[in-house]
């Protein structure tokens, strides 16, 4: 092999040539840009008292009001697992949660038993939109109100067609949904993106401009860094019986108001169902918390499923890629997230296919 010498003259500087500099500055860029993403990996799980269900259930409404935490309704199959025949039973019950070290309570009921909607939390109560019973999907939205002691609901507009399994996030005052199903046996998922503004005096619901991949449902929401995201979830078509079947889906979007949609990086994996709206962390970051990849649909028997992946990936809003960032102590999907007294809160939800849990779990930074 053939030896190159290298001579170095000392009395001068050493000086990078162009493409060196250019490379040195790019690298120490990408990294400033990620400082965030990498700051944000460090979690704190705190278990909330578990809900006074021996099952817990899918798909409730969550948020807070007034200091107090509330979840209502939701699905469970109650009897028989549904490998078992069991049948799958809908909720209007209000539980409610004044104190992290308190006890639940009943606070009421819904309006009906509902599940599979989305809920938001607002300084004027929860809003509750959409969802479904056991028969049908509804177009229905309220406001949930904790106020003095008691449990108060007031109708708001309805959302433009029948809707669950979607999702949805607050930007600004701005209420968005997007996707979904319009019916128990669709085969076909919803491609829609709807806005209700709340400050306005007679708000109603409006059809924007809908992202440019696949319609989809279960997927995830999230807002940061003044944009409204929305990644994952499964697409729907017919098979030769007319059943649907599922694509579980990767890609992700960022929509802003006055720019319309980007598509963003993908999920490194696909991710339905995962709770949502997102948990965001500071200062460009929000996390998706794991959610069914799909990878065990034809699982048998459905008894011995291992449960959902516990991957948190980390999305950086500046540097659009994800990350892993740890795992959860508990892998829950079909649940709203909600921050309530300075911490996220993922409650109940499905740990397996038909299996729900009470569990309650509390999310937020580590102290450094």
Known sequence: MQKIAATMNHDRPWIPCERCLTLLLATLFLLWQNAGAYADETLTWDKLPSLPDLHG???????????????????????????????????????????PDGKWKVAGKLPQPLAYGVSLSTNDGIVCIGGSDANRHYADVFLLRWE????????????????????????????????GIESPSATEALKTFWSLELGSLTPQW??????????????????????????????????TKGKPIRNYLRDAYRYKPDHGWTRIADLPGPSAAA??????????????LGGDDGSLVDFKPLEKHPGFPKTLWAY?????????????????????????????????????????????????????
Not at 64 to 86: E, M, R, Y
Not at 327 to 351: I, K, L, N, Y
């Open 148 to 179: 003095n002691g008691e449990l108060k609901t007031t109708v708001l507009p309805s959302l433009p067609k029948r809707c669950a399994n979607f999702c949805g996030a607050i930007l600004g005052s701005t209420i968005l949904v997007a996707g």
């Open 275 to 288: 709770p949502s709206p997102a948990p965001v962390m500071e200062p460009s970051s929000f996390l998706v």
């Open 206 to 239: 409006h059809a924007l401009e809908a992202w440019p991949g696949p319609a989809r449902m279960l997927s995830v929401a999230a807002v940061q860094d003044n944009a409204f995201f929305l990644a994952g979830g499964v697409d729907l078509k017919a098979d």
């Open 57 to 99: 259930f899918a798909g409730p409404f969550v948020g807070s009001h007034h200091d107090a935490l509330l979840i209502a309704g939701g699905a469970n199959f109650p009897q028989k697992k549904p490998w078992d025949g069991g049948s799958k039973v809908w909720y209007d019950t209000v539980f409610l949660l004044e104190r």
């Open 316 to 368: 950086n809003t500046k540097s659009n890629n994800w990350r892993a960032a740890g795992e959860m102590p508990s892998a829950q999907v079909t649940t709203t997230m909600t921050f309530w007294r300075d911490q996220f809160v993922m409650p109940t939800g499905e740990v397996r296919p038909g299996v729900r849990t009470p569990e309650v779990w509390a999310i937020r930074p580590a102290a450094k």
